[in-house]
């Protein structure tokens, strides 16, 4: 069973930027989907951008199409999700997984998870 790490969370002025990493601990196989979800205090678990391994087929939420990029380095077995003009609804503990979906953007098909990351944007 993979096992999954992020880092890269932090506390950031609206406005500012973010780089999140999730590095592997095996090899990702190419039909797996790799995601971002995220989750603030209260709320449910939410999509936020995912990518299939193989392919580099994206996908992302509406509330941060066009702020925030997800990108993979098959060597590194690492997955990013650069995050740009931060906003305070942003702000959440930030997850990457792994999958196998037909359709990247549910969530439930992602049945391994990392230990979460931080993020906190100030207003």
């Known amino acids: 069973q993979v096992q999954l790490v992020e880092s890269g969370g932090g506390l950031v002025q609206a406005g500012g930027s973010l780089r999140l990493s999730c590095t592997a601990s095996r090899r990702i196989r190419g039909n797996y989907g790799m995601a971002w979800l995220r989750q603030a205090p209260g709320l449910e678990r939410e999509f936020v951008a995912a990518?299939?391994?193989?392919?580099?087929?994206?996908s992302y939420a509406d509330s941060v199409k066009g702020r925030f990029t997800i990108s993979r380095d098959n060597a590194q077995k690492t997955v990013y999700l650069q995050m740009n003009s931060l906003k305070p609804e942003d702000t959440a503990v930030y997850y990457c997984?792994?999958?196998?979906?037909?359709?990247?953007?549910?969530?439930?098909?992602?049945?391994?998870w990392g230990q979460g990351t931080q993020v906190t944007v100030s207003s």
């Open positions: 997984a792994a999958g196998n979906p037909l359709v990247l953007g549910e969530i439930y098909a992602y049945d391994t």
């Open positions: 990518i299939r391994w193989g392919s580099g087929f994206t």
